[in-house]
């Protein structure tokens, strides 16, 4: 049988409630509405239940919250790694340069292709989807050949269409 988690009192049910009740920001609320949950003496798994997520998560948010209080819930957005940093200047315009002529393969340039150039450059691993990016920001877009009409008449059946 599953047991209750016990809470520190950094805040009162009371007080969980209202924060809960005034949150803005929808993944905040769902932290806030679980731990209010938790205060209640709801059990983990139930409470986990009620806002949707996994018992696991649960057992995260509540650590958090018994470790660092409140403001440890209230995650603010890391900063994230720009892929942009992989290319300074320099670097993207000997990559423009290089996607003027051909492939290093003779083909076309594709995505994987930048993505292992710039790896090659950098010696940091780049992602294909990183390539794509790349390919992007420098203006260049996905170019496929038009569509051909597999019924399309031969060349005495256009003749005889014409009119004149």
């Known amino acids: 049988m599953a047991t209750s988690i016990r809470l520190e009192p950094h805040l009162t049910t009371g007080e969980l409630k209202k924060r809960y009740h005034n949150c803005r920001k929808a993944q905040e609320k769902?932290?806030?509405q679980a731990l209010y949950l938790i205060s209640k003496g709801v059990v983990a798994?139930?409470?986990?239940?009620?806002?949707?997520?996994?018992?696991?998560w649960m057992t995260n948010v509540v650590r958090r919250y018994n470790e660092g209080g409140a403001?440890?819930?209230e995650r603010k957005?890391?900063?994230k790694v720009s892929h942009r940093a992989s290319l300074d200047e320099k670097l993207a315009l000997e990559l423009s340069a290089a996607l003027s002529d051909k492939a290093?393969?003779?083909?076309?340039w594709t995505s994987g292709k930048v993505a292992r150039w710039i790896a090659a450059r950098?010696?940091?691993?780049v992602h294909s989807c990183t390539g794509w990016r790349t390919l992007k920001r420098l203006g260049f877009s996905?170019?496929?050949?038009?569509?051909?009409?597999?019924?399309?008449?031969?060349?005495?059946e256009q003749t005889a269409f014409k009119k004149n």
């Open 122 to 125: 950098t010696g940091k691993k």
């Open 104 to 108: 290093p393969d003779g083909g076309i």
């Open 30 to 32: 769902v932290r806030l």
């Open 142 to 156: 996905l170019q496929v050949p038009r569509p051909r009409n597999r019924r399309q008449a031969s060349l005495e």
């Open 45 to 56: 798994a139930e409470a986990a239940r009620r806002v949707g997520r996994a018992s696991s």
């Open 77 to 79: 957005k890391s900063a």
């Open 71 to 73: 403001a440890a819930v």
